[in-house]
């Protein structure tokens, strides 16, 4: 498929250029990716990866079809599908993609495009339009603030039972699909998921006199159940032969590694069950698994009276003063917030030359160590309130002080930026697979607020620039 370059256009294409009219928040980001061409190379690398002759074959999405795709999709929080119908539909939209009149792909051809985009891409992406702003005077890097959330993944609410039911349902399907591909069927395999449908509801559906009684033997049976399943999968594996043709074979292959996969997946939640039910062991959450579809996930509590406990990873994010994010991560498990502070201000330096004049947060980033290490590296006014213990007087005068107030306002901004992203860019919730696709997905959003906010800005210093002039 050739992604390198786009095919000549048409006199079709060339009457929608002159007559389409973009909104002026679009055409502020279109003239930003037309002037750093650069973006694209990063792209178009990615697309190529792993092809052999990615300049024959027929005509795919280019490097530049995909990026405006990919930024459209984060601005307007479309789903694959709504971004497709929507740029079919929309002069507009074909002329900000770049498709013009060509056909629109399909949504699962967007979904292959954006799948081959990776994280590291996309944090180059965004570092590069930090510089950008620099460049343009938009942002001085000179106020910084910081905080975290939780982006969950899509999974159901986890609990012992229903983890043994997915392992179950899915080990059987993949079986049964993978003795479709053998001559003869291939050797005997049990299927058991009925039998341990109704042991995951009888569990469920107990009242709490019922499970001081019933649940161990019900678990019990739930336990053996799957344990039988990962057994004959195994055997299965190991006495199926060969398929009859290559391209069965090939499909025989995947299975057979998806199959283990999730077996060792299940032995997992089998060996966590066992230690909590019946062995009455209290299993520390770094050692739970809480899917087997997304086994990356954590569980984070974060005191929150609304959502006590929360499924999916910490982010870490760090606002400017004109509201780009400059700095995100996806953070493994959940450490305490101060042990970020110390590695944003050396992520700073790095993209701006300088400390922040003003670094604020909330009570989480507070420590000793890192008061000292604002003052060490420059940092003018640090606004981290000290949380618990008994407070010198002179942090008692500096709490006080109206800088430190003001401070405290402006790290207030960060909640409404991490609320826009949830609910405008659509990063509550990451609806990908894997830990690679999660970092994308956050990527996506950071990238899409931040082209937003460019372009805001560059639109107001021209309005303003249009008033000196009147």
Same mark, same amino acid.
């Given at each position: 498929?050739?992604?390198?370059?786009?095919?000549?256009?048409?006199?079709?294409?060339?009457?929608?250029?002159?007559?389409?009219?973009?909104?002026?928040?679009?055409?502020?980001?279109?003239?930003?990716?037309?002037?750093?061409?650069?973006?694209?190379?990063?792209?178009?690398?990615?697309?190529?990866?792993?092809?052999?002759?990615?300049?024959?074959?027929?005509?795919?999405?280019?490097?530049?079809?995909?990026?405006?795709?990919?930024?459209?999709?984060?601005?307007?929080?479309?789903?694959?599908?709504?971004?497709?119908?929507?740029?079919?539909?929309?002069? %507009?939209? /074909?002329?900000? !993609? &770049?498709?013009?009149?060509?056909?629109?792909?399909?949504?699962? +051809?967007?979904?292959? @495009? $954006?799948?081959?985009?990776?994280?590291?891409?996309?944090?180059?992406?965004?570092?590069?339009?930090?510089?950008?702003?620099?460049?343009?005077?938009?942002?001085?890097?000179?106020?910084?603030?910081?905080?975290?959330?939780?982006?969950?993944?899509?999974?159901?609410?986890?609990?012992?039972?229903?983890?043994?039911?997915? %392992?179950? /349902?899915?080990? !059987? &399907?993949?079986?049964?699909?993978?003795?479709?591909?053998?001559? +003869?069927?291939?050797? @005997? $395999?049990?299927?058991?998921?009925?039998?341990?449908?109704?042991?995951?509801?009888?569990?469920?559906?107990?009242?709490?006199?019922?499970?001081?009684?019933?649940?161990?033997?019900?678990?019990?049976?739930?336990?053996?159940?799957?344990?039988?399943?990962?057994?004959?999968?195994?055997?299965?594996?190991?006495?199926?032969?060969?398929?009859?043709?290559?391209? &069965?074979?090939?499909?025989?292959?995947?299975?057979?590694?998806?199959?283990?996969?999730?077996?060792?997946?299940?032995?997992?939640?089998?060996?966590?069950?066992?230690?909590?039910?019946?062995?009455?062991?209290?299993?520390?959450?770094?050692?739970?698994?809480?899917?087997?579809?997304?086994?990356?996930?954590?569980?984070?509590?974060?005191?929150?009276?609304?959502?006590?406990?929360?499924?999916?990873?910490?982010?870490?994010?760090?606002?400017?003063?004109?509201?780009?994010?400059?700095?995100?991560?996806?953070?493994?498990?959940?450490?305490?917030?101060?042990?970020?502070?110390?590695?944003?201000?050396?992520?700073?330096?790095?993209?701006?030359?300088?400390?922040?004049?003003?670094?604020?947060?909330?009570?989480?980033?507070?420590?000793?160590?890192?008061?000292?290490?604002?003052?060490?590296?420059?940092?003018?006014?640090?606004?981290?309130?000290?949380?618990?213990?008994?407070?010198?007087?002179?942090?008692?005068?500096?709490?006080?002080?109206?800088?430190?107030?003001?401070?405290?306002?402006?790290?207030?901004?960060?909640?409404?930026?991490?609320?826009?992203?949830?609910?405008?860019?659509?990063?509550?919730?990451?609806?990908?697979?894997?830990?690679?696709?999660?970092?994308?997905?956050?990527?996506?959003?950071?990238?899409?607020?931040?082209?937003?906010?460019?372009?805001?800005?560059?639109?107001?210093?021209?309005?303003?620039?249009?008033?000196?002039?009147?």
């Amino acid at each position: 498929m050739r992604t390198t370059i786009a095919p000549q256009p048409t006199f079709a294409d060339l009457e929608l250029q002159r007559q389409a009219v973009l909104d002026p928040t679009l055409e502020a980001i279109s003239e930003l990716l037309d002037q750093h061409g650069e973006l694209l190379e990063l792209v178009r690398q990615d697309l190529v990866r792993g092809l052999r002759r990615p300049s024959s074959g027929r005509w795919g999405m280019s490097a530049e079809q995909v990026l405006r795709s990919f930024v459209l999709k984060g601005i307007k929080n479309w789903d694959l599908r709504e971004l497709r119908e929507r740029t079919a539909d929309g002069c %507009s939209l /074909r002329l900000f !993609t &770049r498709f013009l009149c060509q056909r629109i792909p399909k949504h699962d +051809a967007f979904n292959r @495009a $954006f799948n081959r985009l990776r994280p590291e891409t996309l944090r180059t992406i965004n570092e590069a339009l930090i510089h950008v702003a620099v460049d343009l005077g938009v942002e001085d890097g000179t106020r910084l603030r910081v905080d975290t959330s939780v982006v969950e993944t899509d999974i159901h609410w986890p609990t012992d039972s229903t983890l043994l039911w997915d %392992s179950v /349902r899915v080990i !059987t &399907r993949l079986v049964r699909s993978f003795l479709a591909q053998l001559p +003869a069927g291939g050797p @005997a $395999f049990s299927n058991r998921t009925r039998s341990a449908r109704r042991r995951m509801q009888e569990i469920s559906r107990m009242t709490t006199v019922q499970r001081q009684s019933q649940l161990v033997p019900k678990y019990r049976a739930l336990l053996r159940i799957t344990e039988q399943v990962v057994r004959d999968a195994r055997r299965v594996l190991d006495t199926a032969g060969p398929a009859a043709d290559p391209l &069965r074979e090939a499909i025989r292959q995947a299975l057979a590694r998806e199959i283990d996969h999730y077996c060792g997946l299940a032995q997992r939640v089998i060996a966590q069950t066992r230690r909590r039910l019946l062995d009455g062991e209290q299993v520390p959450n770094q050692e739970k698994i809480f899917s087997i579809f997304e086994p990356h996930t954590d569980l984070i509590k974060r005191g929150k009276v609304q959502k006590p406990v929360e499924f999916g990873h910490k982010i870490f994010l760090a606002e400017s003063r004109v509201g780009l994010i400059t700095q995100y991560r996806v953070i493994e498990g959940n450490p305490n917030d101060h042990v970020h502070v110390v590695r944003s201000l050396g992520e700073h330096q790095r993209l701006f030359g300088a400390a922040p004049q003003l670094y604020a947060g909330d009570r989480g980033f507070y420590s000793p160590s890192n008061v000292e290490a604002c003052q060490q590296l420059g940092v003018d006014v640090e606004c981290l309130p000290q949380c618990g213990g008994h407070k010198t007087a002179e942090r008692t005068a500096h709490e006080k002080s109206a800088a430190f107030r003001q401070g405290q306002r402006f790290r207030a901004g960060i909640e409404g930026r991490i609320s826009v992203l949830f609910r405008g860019r659509g990063m509550k919730r990451c609806p990908l697979e894997g830990p690679l696709r999660y970092e994308a997905f956050v990527g996506l959003a950071v990238l899409a607020n931040n082209l937003l906010v460019i372009a805001t800005q560059l639109a107001r210093r021209r309005r303003r620039k249009r008033k000196r002039a009147a």
